[in-house]
Antibody, heavy 118, light 110 residues
Framework: QVQLVQSGAEVKKPGASVKVSCKAS????????INWVRQATGQGLEWMGWMNPNSGNTGYAQKFQGRVTMTRNTSISTAYMELSSLRSEDTAVYYCARVGVLLANDYWGQGTLVTVSS | QSALTQPASVSGSPGQSITISCTGTSSDVGGYNYVSWYQQHPGKAPKLMIYDVSNRPSGVSNRFSGSKSGNTASLTISGLQAEDEADYYCSSYTSSSIWVFGGGTKLTVL
């Protein structure tokens, strides 16, 4: 069965960086794009960007340009999202999701809580 | 790219039907059939309920249906059940090769 398992919760200080991992199993990792989506407490879903695990090509939401980097390690079927220059407003649950048929996010990771606090 | 517009909340009694709207532009909802809907229970990850405007993934109840007219997509839930109480989000792929979500709708089953 398809599974996306994310790394554990993180607490970071303002100005630091965080790197969240997303390990895929149950399908061919390089055959499907990965989206990253975040959700602040009590707020809606916010798309951050996508990555093609085969080519490494990426596309980022304008809001995160210059602060986000999405990478992958195909040998271990894992995608990564790194967000730098963290501020309190970046406190949120970060999700990875597989981009499946007809560009829908068909499988999601369990989410990773990133807390930014001094 | 602005978020898609959804009502903040809707409610209905068990057995009734409700519809949640999702309004975008010709650059997203109106221009593509890549509209999807997600259900999210508190503390859980979103779950895909509808893709390609009106298609249900395997395992999703046929009480959930989707449609689109112009720049507005809709999710209809018939035969409301207590377990349907959740937040619902629409999403669309866009002409800018990015995805956009709606602000979310809280469904209350009375």
């Amino acid at each position: 069965q398809v599974q996306l398992v994310q790394s554990g919760a993180e607490v970071k200080k303002p100005g630091a960086s965080v790197k969240v991992s997303c390990k895929a199993s149950g399908y061919t990792f390089t055959s499907y794009d990965i989206n990253w989506v975040r959700q602040a407490t009590g707020q809606g879903l916010e798309w951050m960007g996508w990555m093609n695990p085969n080519s490494g090509n990426t596309g980022y939401a304008q809001k995160f340009q210059g602060r986000v980097t999405m990478t992958r390690n195909t040998s271990i079927s894992t995608a990564y999202m790194e967000l730098s220059s963290l501020r309190s407003e970046d406190t949120a649950v970060y999700y990875c999701a597989r981009v499946g048929v007809l560009l829908a996010n068909d499988y999601w990771g369990q989410g990773t809580l990133v807390t930014v606090s001094s | 790219q602005s978020a898609l517009t959804q009502p903040a909340s809707v409610s209905g009694s068990p057995g009734q039907s409700i519809t949640i709207s999702c309004t975008g532009t010709s650059s997203d909802v109106g221009g593509y059939n890549y509209v999807s809907w997600y259900q999210q229970h508190p503390g859980k990850a979103p779950k895909l309920m509808i893709y390609d405007v009106s298609n249900r993934p395997s395992g999703v109840s046929n009480r959930f249906s989707g449609s689109k007219s112009g720049n507005t997509a809709s999710l209809t839930i018939s035969g409301l059940q207590a377990e349907d109480e959740a937040d619902y989000y629409c999403s669309s792929y866009t002409s800018s090769s990015i995805w956009v979500f709606g602000g979310g709708t809280k469904l209350t089953v009375l």
